[in-house]
């Protein structure tokens, strides 16, 4: 995967990570059963922002299959997670292998639920299981004028991998 110049690298340790709160209500999961879901939900939350260039949703959807499929890297399924309300996936991570370590590919949360934390619930989960696996980091590459991303990224611990 080549990694666009504007985007920071980002790295949290998990190596000592404390066992986390209680599974936040509605996690769960993700399937390829999600996907046509997964891809509405990316569309949603990417419209509009810095890092949204003008993709349709099926084009959105492609992009989730393809994340599936392991074009993003391997897919790792035990540590992609999903959030539902009233049946709805809200927010979701997903987790694939670069370079033999685990990529934060992708986190999105639907515009009607932004700022409730349900990103950083997600995301924690996600690193709570990479953690319990014996996976000692996770990365991610994040747009560096994505505020909304980097501050989420900051509150769960993330530092800068050239200074990690
Ligand atoms: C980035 C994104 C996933 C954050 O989702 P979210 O569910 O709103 O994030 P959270 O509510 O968990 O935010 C966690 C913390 O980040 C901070 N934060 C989130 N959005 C913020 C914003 N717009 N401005 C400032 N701080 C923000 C808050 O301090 C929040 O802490 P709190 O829970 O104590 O209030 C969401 O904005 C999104 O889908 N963006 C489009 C897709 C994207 O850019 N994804 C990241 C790159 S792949």
Same mark, same amino acid.
């Given at each position: ?11 949290r ?24 879901? /997964?891809? =509405?939900?990316?569309?949603a *939350?990417y419209?509009g @922002?810095?890092?949204?260039? #003008?993709?349709? $949703? ?17 897919f ?24 033999g ?16 934390? /349900?990103? =950083?619930?997600?995301?924690a *989960?996600?690193?709570? @299981?990479?953690?319990?696996? #014996?996976?000692? $980091? ?12 980097l ?14």
């Amino acid at each position: 995967m080549t990694i666009p110049a504007r985007k920071l690298h980002l790295v949290r340790t998990l190596t000592a990570m404390q066992p986390g709160e209680a599974s936040p209500h509605g996690l769960r999961r993700l399937t390829r059963a999600d996907i046509e879901a /997964l891809g =509405r939900l990316f569309y949603a *939350a990417y419209v509009g @922002t810095v890092d949204y260039e #003008g993709e349709t $949703e099926p084009e959105a959807v492609a992009v989730v299959r393809a994340a599936f499929d392991g074009d993003y890297g391997a897919f790792v399924e035990d540590a992609s997670m999903g959030i539902e309300r009233d049946r709805q996936l809200v927010s979701a991570s997903l987790v694939t292998m670069w370079n033999g370590k685990p990529l934060l590919a992708f986190a999105v949360t639907a515009p009607e639920w932004k700022g409730r934390g /349900l990103s =950083r619930q997600c995301v924690a *989960a996600a690193m709570q @299981t990479l953690a319990a696996a #014996g996976q000692p $980091e996770l990365h991610l590459f994040v747009t560096a004028s994505n505020l909304p991303a980097l501050a989420v990224y900051k509150q769960l611990g993330f530092a800068n991998a050239g200074a990690a």
